[in-house]
């Protein structure tokens, strides 16, 4: 079934540690974004690609980085976890970078930093 | 900048009553406002959009949104509640005003809960 794959779908992990989530998506879709969701504050963009090569910015970036090698991929890398990353991450897509097109989510990652 | 709010955490309702989930937004330019539903330890799944055209939206598993310019809402309901429709739902609006990429701006959500 065509869609996003997200991994992993659970993580403990310590602080100051190194963590990448992986997301993959076989709908050939330019656009992804990663969120994060925490109770009471809805979703918030971390970081977003536009199309292969591209990526930009969002509400909370700080802490951490992505790439897009190709249009298949969009990992998120936390560089040095701390507790305030603790979350649950969802990676999105869309068929086009425009505005009219809705998203299509992964089933999310949870991560616990201690 | 561009925002969405839900003023409630949640909403009850009793199983086959109508059901109305309520945002406001505010956005410069035209307004490109999405409902998603979320149901437990699952991604957001979206369920209709208004572009532009009829006020009256119509989606997935029998929802409808209106449209209000003048009240800047965007309220999904349904006709006749059931008890699968608990979960979690957000509106979402499409900001337009950075040429770098249209970011989605979500809600807090709002928890439907319907009673049987």
């Known amino acids: 079934i065509a869609g996003i794959t997200q991994a992993p779908t659970s993580q403990i992990l310590a602080a100051g540690r190194r963590m990448t989530l992986r997301c993959t998506q076989d709908m050939r879709h330019n656009a992804m974004y990663w969120y994060r969701q925490d109770l009471g504050l809805g979703l918030r963009l971390i970081h977003y690609?536009?199309?292969?090569?591209?990526?930009g910015k969002g509400e909370v970036p700080d802490g951490y980085s992505v790439s897009r090698a190709n249009t298949d991929d969009f990992p998120l890398t936390l560089a040095s976890a701390v507790p305030s990353q603790t979350s649950v991450y969802f990676c999105?897509?869309?068929?086009?970078?425009?505005?009219?097109?809705?998203?299509?989510f992964g089933e999310g990652s949870r991560l616990t930093v201690l | 900048a561009q925002s969405v709010a839900q003023p409630e955490d949640q909403v009850n309702v009793a199983e086959g009553n109508p059901l109305t989930v309520k945002c406001t937004y505010s956005v410069s330019g035209n307004p490109y406002l999405f409902w998603y539903v979320q149901y437990p330890n699952r991604g957001l799944q979206f369920l209709l959009k208004y572009i532009t055209g009829d006020n009256l939206v119509k989606g997935s598993y029998g929802f409808e949104a209106e449209f209000n310019k003048s009240q800047t809402s965007f309220h999904l309901k349904k006709p006749s509640a059931l008890v699968s429709d608990s979960a979690l739902y957000f509106c979402?609006?499409?900001?337009?005003?950075?040429?770098?990429?249209?970011?989605?701006?979500f809600g807090a959500g709002t928890r439907l809960f319907v009673k049987a």
């Open positions: 999105a897509s869309s068929p086009t970078s425009v505005a009219t097109g809705e998203l299509f």
């Open positions: 979402a609006v499409r900001d337009t005003s950075n040429t770098g990429g249209f970011k989605t701006i």
């Open positions: 690609s536009n199309t292969a090569g591209t990526t």
